[in-house]
């Protein structure tokens, strides 16, 4: 069974600030997926990788396989980023379904 | 084209009773994932769907079923309702399954209480 660590828990930042996200897995998994969910429950999925580094607006995931471990960057946050972003991974070489991290709470002060 | 539809949105039963939510899937998508949401063990996979057959389950017991049908909608039930199944349940769907299944779009959810 696939173990997701995410760090930190909670992370409080003033607008503007450069934020890191990292999440950590204990199997070879064939996905990892960033999630951000808003008050209320919607779920947005961010990103998916395999490998590499994706960008998205002011959104930047990477991943390193060999050390099984990922980092969900935000540049020039702002408080509407404010939320709780969640890492998934696919792993079973993608027979299994998605196992998730706790999540890290995220609050940007404006 | 129309995002991921749950019913319902909100949901109070009592415990010993059974539910029924409902998930329709973007249109095209016939995978379609079912996971339970709590303050306490976060979000938990349950089963996932694609074209009509569960392509694996989750660590939940037997009380919690589901089934897609041939237009992928997808329900999932809960019989014999407990305290504990009170959650936030989330339905996703994606074109594909498996190691290609590429991004899941998740619906809003539907919040069961159980009292």
């Known amino acids: 069974k696939n173990e997701v660590e995410q760090s930190p828990q909670n992370l409080t930042a003033q607008e503007g600030e450069f934020i890191t996200i990292n999440c950590s897995y204990s199997v070879g998994i064939s996905a990892l997926h960033w999630l951000q969910q808003h008050p209320g429950g919607g779920i947005v999925s961010l990103f998916m990788l395999s490998s590499g580094k994706k960008k998205h607006g002011r959104l930047i995931a990477t991943i390193n396989i060999q050390e099984k471990h990922s980092s969900l960057h935000i540049t020039a946050s702002h408080p509407r980023d404010s939320a709780v972003y969640i890492c998934a991974v696919r792993s079973g070489g993608g027979a299994d379904g998605l196992t998730f991290g706790k999540g890290t709470h995220l609050i940007i002060q404006p | 084209k129309a995002g991921v539809t749950q019913t319902p949105r909100y949901l109070i039963k009592t415990r010993g009773q059974q539910v029924t939510l409902s998930c329709s899937p973007i249109?095209?998508?016939?995978?379609v994932s079912w996971y339970q949401q709590t303050p306490g063990q976060g979000l938990q996979f349950l089963f996932e769907?694609?074209?009509?057959?569960?392509?694996n389950k989750g660590n939940f017991p037997g009380r919690f079923s589901g089934r897609q049908f041939s237009n992928s909608r997808s329900e999932m039930n809960v019989s014999t309702l407990e305290l504990g199944d009170s959650a936030l349940y989330l339905c996703?769907?994606?074109?594909?399954?498996?190691?290609?299944?590429?991004?899941?779009?998740f619906g809003p959810g539907t919040r069961l209480t159980v009292t």
């Open positions: 769907y694609f074209s009509e057959t569960q392509r």
């Open positions: 996703a769907s994606s074109r594909k399954t498996g190691a290609t299944t590429g991004e899941q779009y």
């Open positions: 249109s095209g998508h016939r995978s």
